[in-house]
């Protein structure tokens, strides 16, 4: 594994969430950083701070406007209470490969338009936020990723793929745009075949590459999945289920081509009548626990947490060997459904790995195997106070 270290020596919120003004400067060992704290003292803000230092909309999939600090946070739910979103900001200073770098990012008028700056200059590309700062998350939201909304397990495995396919955010995008362009052409009954088959033509040439990028990111990470750290971690087998992702696995890149632009052209009679059409927007995998030849989603919840911290580490142990950086880990509400022996494993492994490890939890206790060996911070309402140094 690479000797760097890669993490954040400087953070800065300001007007994020419930931070009016925030700068934290963790050690620049990068120790794990834990964040403890009663139910909205505000740990899951930074930890969504950290994560809009990366491509994307962060970890809880906000929307960029309501991210700002509110005055009154009423307005956040009261939707007749008019407040103009707050300008905001998360910048920070991080070791990459090539030194200390800063990067910040945030919106200028409150609205969903994101700026970006990467020492000092600013880039219209959320893309190259990953060239110098990457990171995963794992919520509790995610808990029961196995058993719900296939939307969340493809945005779980898009993250994966980022950091392998740098074009991956981009051609998501495209692809989406286009989807949106063709169902209202068809649901409004417009049959244009010239603009349908131009619009097919670029969800097929998009879509599988998409495909071919979410198989290649299985199979790079494939062999850390088999040799887990510990064997306190299950061995996840992960299949991908999607229409296109199956065809790409038997045939060549050009029949899958043909056969998805078939699909396409064969399904805008289902579509305008009110059907569905499979593709990359409708992909999902599955996870097995191999150990058991059991599927994730009728593992216990804290089996299904393991299995998902078992791809994540092997994610995180694929892009230090092959790119030389592994990415910052975000772990929201870590202990819950984690028993204290695999807990303090899993401790011991993130201690290991060359990036800083930032953890929240209700319980600084659930964390004592980590004394002296992380920087523990106590968090009161939207403040924090240093309790140790190691
Ligand atoms: N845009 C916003 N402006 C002001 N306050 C906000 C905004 N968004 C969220 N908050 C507030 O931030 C506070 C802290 O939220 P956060 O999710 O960080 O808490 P937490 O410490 O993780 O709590 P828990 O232990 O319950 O997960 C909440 O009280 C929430 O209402
Ligand atoms: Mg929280």
Request: proline share 3%; glycine share 6%.
């Amino acid at each position: 594994m690479s000797q760097i270290k890669t993490g954040i020596t400087q953070l800065r919120l300001t007007n994020f969430r419930s931070y009016g003004f925030l700068n934290l400067e963790p050690d620049n060992r990068f120790m794990p950083v834990i964040l403890t704290g009663h139910n909205g003292a505000g740990k899951t803000n930074i930890l969504e701070a950290v994560s809009f230092l990366t491509a994307g909309k962060g970890l809880r999939s906000a929307r960029l406007s309501d991210v700002g600090k509110r005055s009154n946070p009423a307005a956040l739910l009261n939707a007749d209470v008019l407040q103009i979103p707050e300008r905001w900001s998360v910048s920070a200073q991080v070791q990459t490969k090539d030194g200390l770098t800063k990067i910040g990012t945030g919106t200028i008028d409150g609205s969903e338009r994101r700026q970006i700056r990467i020492d000092g200059k600013n880039t219209a590309k959320q893309s190259d936020l990953g060239r110098v700062f990457r990171c995963l998350w794992l919520t509790p939201a995610q808990d029961r990723l196995f058993c719900g909304d296939p939307q969340a397990r493809r945005r779980f495995l898009d993250r994966l793929v980022q950091a392998f396919d740098s074009q991956h955010a981009t051609r998501l995008s495209e692809y989406n745009t286009a989807f949106k362009q063709w169902s209202c052409l068809l649901r409004e009954g417009r049959f244009d075949q010239r603009w349908l088959k131009g619009l097919e033509e670029q969800l097929v040439s998009n879509g599988v590459a998409i495909a071919a990028s979410r198989i290649d990111v299985i199979s790079r990470i494939s062999h850390y999945l088999t040799h887990p750290l510990s064997s306190a971690f299950p061995v996840p087998e992960v299949i991908l289920t999607g229409v296109v992702e199956q065809k790409l696995l038997v045939k060549s890149a050009l029949k899958t081509e043909e056969e998805f632009a078939d699909l396409l052209e064969k399904s805008r009679k289902i579509y305008a009548d009110g059907g569905s059409v499979a593709g990359p927007h409708t992909a999902d995998f599955k996870v097995i626990h191999a150990q058991k030849g059991l599927d994730a989603a009728f593992c216990s919840t804290g089996e299904q947490k393991a299995l998902l911290l078992s791809v994540i580490l092997a994610e995180m142990q694929t892009q230090t060997q092959e790119q030389g950086l592994c990415p910052v880990l975000l772990l929201d509400e870590i202990a819950a459904h984690l028993d204290s022996k695999r807990r303090n494993i899993l401790f011991d492994i993130l201690t290991e790995l060359p990036a800083q490890i930032w953890m929240t939890g209700t319980d600084s206790s659930d964390f004592t195997h980590l004394t002296n060996r992380a920087q523990f911070f106590d968090v009161q309402d939207s403040n924090l106070n240093l309790q140790n140094v190691a």
